[in-house]
């Protein structure tokens, strides 16, 4: 079935710093999308991205689409206490595939911040 | 709007015993899903629905059924439990299925099981 690498696992730095994450995949994606999750509550969206190339930005986070169909970016700028948590990458299948409905999920890297 | 209500939030049980996880919302939205979330293992997808009436099979499906018989809900069923389903268990809902800023993947704030 189709797996996402997300990389790294988790990541432990000082505040004001820049932080970045990756998605790969062995299968095309139709949509990359980037999720956070707090303790004790479900994943809250953050970005999407829709084409091969596509650069979005929201804020201090800014995420790629990458040329390949089979990759993804998540930098965070100027990072600040409230983004501890874990993010997650997810994709959504090729629409005429049977992975069209599925949203795949990265295993998440764990963000923790030195004040 | 309640958005999606799990319930319940924590539950304990043996191994054997069976129990139905309660997922509902009330946001008129066709594509309901349910994830489990393991330490390293990120979201795996366990069984998605469409529509009402229709159900498919996710990632990793064994040991758990699902049925759509309204649009609001979609119970996750667990017909003899294993220590191996000890988990956190998300459902998640949007408008349509596939994705849109128009029709996000609302989630809920999870089910956290234990198998002993």
């Known amino acids: 079935g189709q797996q996402l690498n997300q990389s790294p696992q988790s990541m432990f730095i000082q505040e004001g710093e820049d932080v970045s994450m990756n998605c790969t995949s062995s299968?095309?994606?139709?949509?990359w999308l980037w999720y956070k999750q707090d303790p004790g509550e479900g994943p809250v969206l953050l970005i999407a991205?829709?084409?091969?190339?596509e650069l979005t930005s929201n804020g201090r986070l800014t995420a790629q689409f990458g040329i390949t169909r089979k990759d993804s970016f998540l930098n965070i700028s100027a990072s600040i206490p409230s983004d501890v948590g874990i993010y997650f990458c997810a994709g959504l299948g090729v629409p005429g595939y049977s992975s069209a409905s599925k949203i795949i999920f990265g295993s998440g890297t764990r963000l923790s911040i030195r004040p | 709007n309640a958005g999606v209500t799990q319930t319940p939030k924590f539950q304990v049980l043996k191994t054997g015993q069976s129990m139905t996880l309660q997922c509902a919302q009330d946001m008129n939205h066709e594509y309901m899903s349910w994830y489990r979330q393991d330490p390293g293992m990120g979201l795996r997808l366990i069984h998605y629905s469409v529509g009402a009436g229709i159900t498919d099979q996710g990632e990793v499906p064994n040991g758990y059924n699902v049925s759509r018989s309204t649009t609001e809900d979609f119970p996750l069923r667990l017909l003899s439990a294993a220590p191996s389903q000890t988990s956190v268990y998300f459902c998640?809902?949007?408008?349509?299925?596939?994705?849109?800023?128009?029709?996000?993947?609302?989630f809920g704030n999870g089910t956290r099981l234990t198998v002993t």
């Open positions: 991205l829709y084409k091969a190339g």
């Open positions: 299968s095309i994606f139709n949509t």
């Open positions: 998640a809902s949007s408008y349509k299925a596939g994705f849109s800023y128009n029709s996000p993947l609302h």
